[in-house]
C-alpha cells in the first residue's frame, strides 16, 4: 500500500514537466489530493490540492497560473503538470492523499508518496 511521485527531472527554466502520483493497493476515489514540494533546509511547502469530488481546484500564489492539478480523482496515476518552470520551483516533489472529512490537521494526510525531484536550470 502505498503512493509514489515519478516525472520529476532536470529542465531548463521556462520548460515543463509531467508529476504522475501512482497508487499502489489504495485509491483516490472520494479523497482530494494534494502536492507538496521541499527545499533542502527550508519548510515543506503546500503546492496544490483538489478537492475529493474533483470540483475544485487550489493552488499556491507561487505556482497559480503556472502549475495545473488533474481534477479526475478516480484516475490512478493522478497528476501534476508544472509549467513555465523557475528555478525557485527546484524540490522534491510529493504527493498526499487527503482526507479533507478531517479537521484541517497533519493527521488529515494519511499517505505520503516518495518525492520525485525537479530541478530548474537557470
Known amino acids: 500500500v502505498q503512493l509514489q511521485a515519478f516525472g520529476g527531472g532536470l529542465v531548463q527554466t521556462g520548460g515543463s514537466l509531467r508529476l504522475s502520483c501512482v497508487a499502489s493497493?489504495?485509491?483516490?476515489?472520494?479523497?482530494?489530493i494534494d502536492w507538496f514540494r521541499r527545499v533542502p533546509e527550508k519548510d515543506r511547502e503546500w503546492v496544490s490540492s483538489?478537492?475529493?469530488?474533483?470540483?475544485?481546484?487550489y493552488y499556491a500564489d507561487s505556482v497559480k497560473g503556472r502549475f495545473t492539478i488533474s481534477s479526475d480523482n478516480a484516475k490512478n496515476p493522478q497528476c501534476l503538470q508544472p509549467n513555465s518552470l523557475k528555478p525557485d520551483d527546484t524540490a522534491l516533489y510529493y504527493c498526499?492523499?487527503?482526507?479533507?472529512?478531517?479537521?484541517?490537521?497533519?493527521?488529515?494526510?494519511?499517505?505520503w508518496g516518495q518525492g520525485t525531484l525537479v530541478t530548474v536550470s537557470s
Open positions: 483538489v478537492s475529493d469530488g474533483g470540483d475544485a481546484t
Open positions: 493497493g489504495l485509491t483516490f476515489n472520494n479523497y482530494a
Open positions: 498526499v492523499r487527503d482526507r479533507s472529512y478531517l479537521a484541517p490537521t497533519p493527521q488529515k494526510y494519511d499517505y
